[in-house]
């Protein structure tokens, strides 16, 4: 079946531009998660969704980052007034059951 | 809380070698354990998980994983190493909770 994808693929963008991200899970994934992976980092964790609520928006690192699920299924990840330290890849996973999550792609936003 | 520290950032190991791959823990409550693998240009996969059952964990690809509590470790290990074991590994933990906390991850060469 098809997994997680993840759209753009690729995002370039110039500082102090808006971007959103899109996350399209697994069919009938309950939970949603948000990280990001920058060059020499592990994974940071931003956001989760259970259904379309957020229970924990902890790791969202400033103001100007939002995300928000719709019919609990596609999520988009907005950054606003984007800067160089944006710059990273964005993740997102779906799980059915909480400790198996299935990564898409990734999203790798470049700030100029 | 939670962390996880992997040893190495990189391994280098030659093929037919044993891949042993470091991470130690850090859990207030009693802990669920991941391995995750990338691939470049690809999202997570998950290798393994460790959910308070048997203390030694088979995954994917021959991959295991022994849980020592004495020790707080989940190395991750395979007895011999093929090319297409050539990614980054990613050590992950939980307390029970949706929030998934990652290693810095280590690069695996595998030299033919």
């Known amino acids: 079946g098809a997994g997680v994808s993840q759209s753009p693929s690729n995002k370039v963008t110039e500082k102090g531009k808006d971007v959103e991200l899109r996350c399209d899970p697994i069919s009938g994934h309950t939970a949603l998660y948000w990280y990001r992976q920058s060059l020499g980092q592990g994974l940071e964790f931003l956001i989760y969704f259970q259904g379309n609520s957020a229970p924990d928006k902890s790791g969202l690192p400033s103001d100007r980052f939002s995300a928000e699920r719709t019919g609990g299924s596609v999520s988009t990840l907005t950054i606003q007034r984007t800067q160089q330290e944006d710059s990273a890849v964005y993740l997102c996973?779906?799980?059915?059951?909480?400790?198996?999550?299935?990564f898409g792609p990734g999203t790798r936003l470049t700030v100029t | 809380a939670q962390s996880v520290t992997q040893l190495g950032s990189h391994v280098s190991v030659s093929e037919g070698a044993l891949v042993l791959l470091r991470c130690n823990y850090s859990s207030s409550v009693p802990p669920y354990l991941f391995w995750y693998v990338q691939y470049p240009n690809q999202g997570l996969q998950l290798l393994l998980k460790y959910t308070s059952a048997a203390t030694l964990v088979k995954g994917i690809n021959g991959f295991e994983a022994e849980f020592k509590k004495s020790e707080t470790s989940f190395h991750l290990t395979k007895p011999s190493a093929h090319m297409s074991d050539a990614a980054e590994y990613f050590c992950a933990v939980t307390g029970g909770y949706q929030k998934v906390t990652f290693g810095t991850g280590t690069k695996l060469q595998v030299i033919p």
């Open positions: 996973a779906s799980s059915l059951v909480w400790h198996e999550q299935y």
